[in-house]
């Protein structure tokens, strides 16, 4: 369990490799859950946990994030599902459309959202005080593939977007891709101590979630486009000389989709 300002947050592994996560606001008991991939396990969370649950929050379209809302919705009609305005579509069951900007509020805490495109046209994250949601936009050490959007959409929406925030800010990602981003950041990022640090610390098996801003900043090599070292290293192995930090990340995203 995390504890985070008027709100308690539950991390909840599912599926081969996946998080959700449940937000109890501590005055009221009301409750959220980021991306239900199995609503059996969120069910049993939200009994455990005595909480009331009121609000789905849904990052992007994938069924390995919306799993069964139908079962949601069953045992509880009156739930807000939340989803991107253009998502309403491939998201049946959602009611609640939103936009960049549009504020959430679970209990006594407020949020709001972020339009982050890249791994899909819709990819939101949710944004509550120091902790962000972000999906598959933002992994530990790595970024989601992109199926619908850009190179400069994702390039965008992590660095100009998510890297921006405080230092502090925790980032909760929806699969558990460490290890496994860290192994590929090494081979891009040979030189850098940090990155070698943080895969040497990660115990086999263990929950990397959630990363913070800085860590990310200093390790993941997709927030770290304008890194000379990162460049200098592309040249050597795809023979490729990167002129900007937008042609460097492009470059990552092909390297990382065959690792």
């Known amino acids: 369990m995390e504890v985070s300002e008027n709100m308690k947050i539950y991390t909840i592994p599912c599926s081969l490799d996946n998080y959700s996560y449940l937000l109890v606001c501590d005055?009221?008991?009301?409750?959220?859950?980021?991306?239900?991939?199995?609503?059996?396990?969120?069910?049993?969370?939200?009994?455990?946990?005595?909480?009331?649950?009121?609000?789905?929050?849904?990052?992007?379209?994938?069924h390995?994030?919306?799993?069964?809302?139908?079962?949601?919705?069953?045992e509880i009609p009156s739930l807000k599902v939340y989803c991107h305005r253009s998502d309403r579509k491939r998201i049946?069951?959602?009611?609640?459309?939103?936009?960049?900007?549009?504020?959430?509020?679970?209990g006594e805490s407020s949020g709001s959202v972020l339009h982050t495109p890249g791994h899909t046209s819709g990819s939101v994250c949710y944004h509550f005080g120091d902790d962000v949601f972000t999906g598959d936009t933002l992994f530990g050490a790595g970024c989601g593939r992109l199926f619908e959007g850009t190179a400069e959409q994702m390039?965008?929406?992590?660095?100009?977007s998510i890297a921006k925030m405080?230092?502090?800010?925790?980032?909760f990602f929806g699969h558990e891709y460490t290890k496994t981003?860290?192994?590929?950041?090494?081979?891009?990022?040979?030189?850098?101590?940090?990155?070698?640090?943080?895969?040497?610390?990660?115990?086999?098996?263990?929950?990397?979630a959630p990363t913070t801003v800085e860590l990310e900043k200093t390790t993941n090599?997709?927030?770290?486009?304008?890194?000379?070292?990162?460049?200098?290293q592309l040249r050597r192995?795809?023979?490729?000389?990167?002129?900007?930090?937008?042609?460097?990340?492009?470059?990552?995203?092909e390297l990382r989709n065959t690792f």
């Open 155 to 160: 390039f965008h929406s992590l660095n100009s």
């Open 64 to 74: 390995d994030h919306i799993g069964d809302i139908e079962y949601l919705l069953e």
């Open 181 to 208: 981003n860290l192994e590929f950041a090494l081979t891009v990022d040979p030189k850098n101590p940090a990155t070698r640090q943080r895969h040497s610390e990660l115990s086999k098996g263990a929950v990397s």
């Open 27 to 62: 005055e009221t008991g009301e409750a959220a859950v980021v991306d239900p991939t199995e609503p059996f396990i969120v069910m049993r969370q939200v009994e455990e946990y005595k909480a009331n649950l009121t609000t789905v929050l849904c990052t992007h379209h994938h």
């Open 237 to 253: 192995v795809v023979n490729e000389a990167p002129q900007s930090p937008l042609e460097v990340f492009r470059i990552l995203r």
């Open 92 to 106: 049946s069951q959602a009611n609640c459309f939103v936009e960049h900007g549009d504020s959430i509020t679970i």
């Open 221 to 232: 090599p997709f927030l770290r486009c304008d890194s000379a070292n990162i460049q200098e």
């Open 166 to 171: 405080r230092g502090r800010t925790r980032l």
